[in-house]
């Protein structure tokens, strides 16, 4: 009878305990995960795969991605004060930068924090929220900044094309409306998609094999076949990059033909150097993802995505924040006159 007891209190106290200890883990909306027909279980988020290697490839990916992140954050950052506090660099083309290079600070704090803390987790596991919401700002930002170089574009062509006109062109009102289109427009392009997506039941693995939440490994994991959804986003996401590069071509091609008919050279070195950053900026952004979706299917896609999602998301924000600073006189100036160089 005793040992009865014994045995019936330790149950007790083992099931009091599981919930106990149990109890913030199953606040989530349970996703349930059907591997067999037979067995079912909930999870409480995605594993994020990243870069697997042993741990001492882990540490030195973290200091070595520590350095670009701090190294992006401060160099946009030094952008953005050298507009703030010098008042020639208070034009349209100079407040366009400042918002861009803004924009690129939250697009690569989108993915880098997280990916640090993975590369030094075990578990390596983001919760449901935290990988939709990061999805849902990875691609708004990425359409944004589509906008911004199409809206950078078109400045450029009035300056070029319609320089006696351009400041009563570009107003400062015009400017302040299109920074804010760029930005509204970016942030309400995916929102119904990941709305969408975030309404879906997952089965199988909660594996992803990438370092952030993308659409294709987030669809495979669903527990239906979503062709609905994923003819909405082959629709959608190719929109953001298509009309901006089609508004981007037109308006450099206007650009080139203007400068062709300036007579001397020097104006034409003068025209092009102008517009010179911000093509560099474009063709590396472009060319980047261009060679993303061309990549061919072999064993080593999932591999070869990843490099190229990390070269455009991380390695192009510090980047365009070099060539913007060494290509133009007026930043350089402006950003030795703030660090005191």
């Known amino acids: ?33 059907s591997n067999t027909p037979s067995n079912s279980s909930t999870i409480t988020g995605f594993i994020l795969l990243g870069f697997p290697c042993p741990k001492e490839g882990q540490i030195l990916l973290f200091v070595l991605f520590s350095i670009v992140y701090l190294l992006t954050l401060m160099s946009n950052g030094s952008i953005i004060c050298a507009v703030l506090w010098d008042q020639k660099l208070h034009t349209p083309m100079y407040i366009l930068l400042a918002n861009f290079s803004f924009l690129e600070i939250c697009y690569v704090t989108s993915t880098v924090p997280n990916m640090l803390v993975t590369f030094l987790s075990d578990s390596k596991v983001i919760s449901f929220s935290g990988c939709f919401l990061q999805f849902y700002f990875f691609f708004s930002l990425g359409s944004t900044e589509c906008f911004f170089l199409a809206v950078m574009a078109f400045d450029r062509y009035l300056a070029i094309c319609q320089p006696l006109h351009y400041l009563t062109l570009m107003t400062g009102r015009l400017c302040t409306n299109l920074v804010v289109s760029c930005w509204v427009l970016g942030f309400l392009w995916f929102l119904i998609p990941i709305v969408i997506i975030s309404q879906m039941s997952f089965c199988r693995s909660r594996v992803i094999d990438h370092f952030l939440c993308d659409t294709g490994p987030l669809l495979a994991l669903t527990c239906k076949k979503a062709s609905g959804v994923e003819l909405v986003f082959s629709t959608l996401s190719p929109l953001p990059l298509i009309v901006p590069f089609l508004c981007i071509m037109a308006s450099y091609a206007l ?10 050279a020097r104006g034409r070195r003068k025209a092009f150097s102008t517009c010179g950053s911000h ?39 510090l980047l365009n924040s070099v060539i913007y600073s060494l290509r133009n006189k007026d930043m350089k100036k402006a950003l030795q006159k703030f660090l005191g160089i």
């Open 1 to 33: 009878m005793e040992r009865w007891f014994n045995i019936n209190l330790g149950l007790h106290l083992s099931i009091q305990s599981h919930l106990i200890f149990a109890g913030p883990f199953t606040a989530h909306r349970p996703v349930k995960i």
């Open 255 to 264: 650009v080139l033909q203007a400068v062709l008919n300036v007579p001397l």
């Open 279 to 317: 093509l560099a900026v474009v063709s590396l952004f472009y060319c980047s993802v261009l060679a993303m979706s061309g990549s061919p299917t072999t064993q080593h896609k999932s591999g070869m995505q990843k490099i190229m999602t990390l070269f455009y998301s991380v390695l192009t924000p």
